[in-house]
T-cell receptor, first 113, second 112 residues
Framework: DGGITQSPKYLFRKEGQNVTLSCEQN?????MYWYRQDPGQGLRLIYY???????QKGDIAEGYSVSREKKESFPLTVTSAQKNPTAFYLC????????????FGPGTRLTVT | EDQVTQSPEALRLQEGESSSLNCSYT??????LFWYRQDPGKGPEFLFT???AGEEKEKERLKATLTKKESFLHITAPKPEDSATYLC?????????????FGTGTRLQVFP
């Protein structure tokens, strides 16, 4: 079955530690995205990638980093510079970066204490 | 400023009681409106894409419509399994780059 997987489902870290969230897709999609979801707010774009070895900052990129070395994979690192890292993180992909629907993974809930 | 507003924030319905969810938007250059369903603790599930005013899409008990300023998600004879948060997102062009703007969602609860 084609889809998007994110791991782990729950992640706990101490303040000051970097943490990497995994996102893999087997849909053969070119574009991939990372969003953050907080209660009472719409999804906010962190980073996106339209093609391998290329990515752009979204609206809230500060304190995050990404890489896109393979078409199938788009890991997100939450660094210690991110001031409020506790959130629900969603990875998505689409056929291209135009007016195409995005398909989401199951999400990773990160808690930093 | 581009903006997407969903109403109501929460909606409680009796099973079989039809209703509509609203998504109003002010964007410069609509390039698609998307509806998603999100269950608690899970990722959004894609439902519909609408591109132009007058367009309608249907899936089981759900029907999405689009005008120049808003979209409605009509739910006919809902069942408890339709309980979820419904998200609306609008794709617009922003300095030559496509951008997807999400609303905050409508939380729907359907009681038997």
């Amino acid at each position: 079955d084609g889809g998007i997987t994110q791991s782990p489902k729950y992640l706990f870290r101490k303040e000051g530690q970097n943490v990497t969230l995994s996102c893999e897709q087997n849909l053969n999609h070119d574009a991939m995205y990372w969003y953050r979801q907080d209660p009472g707010q719409g999804l906010r774009l962190i980073y996106y990638s339209q093609i391998v070895n290329d990515f752009q900052k979204g609206d809230i990129a500060e304190g995050y980093s990404v890489s896109r070395e393979k078409k199938e994979s788009f890991p997100l690192t939450v660094t210690s510079a991110q001031k409020n890292p506790t959130a629900f993180y969603l990875c998505a992909s689409s056929i291209g970066s135009g007016s195409y629907e995005q398909y989401f993974g199951p999400g990773t809930r990160l808690t930093v204490t | 400023e581009d903006q997407v507003t969903q109403s109501p924030e929460a909606l409680r319905l009796q099973e079989g009681e039809s209703s509509s969810l609203n998504c109003s938007y002010t964007v410069s250059g609509l390039r698609g409106l998307f509806w998603y369903r999100q269950d608690p603790g899970k990722g959004p599930e894609f439902l519909f894409t609408l591109y132009s005013a007058g367009e309608e899409k249907e899936k089981e008990r759900l029907k999405a419509t689009l005008t120049k300023k808003e979209s409605f998600l009509h739910i006919t004879a809902p069942k408890p399994e339709d309980s979820a948060t419904y998200l609306c997102a609008v794709r617009t062009s922003w300095f030559g780059t496509d951008k997807l703007i999400f609303g905050t969602g409508t939380r729907l609860q359907v009681f038997p």
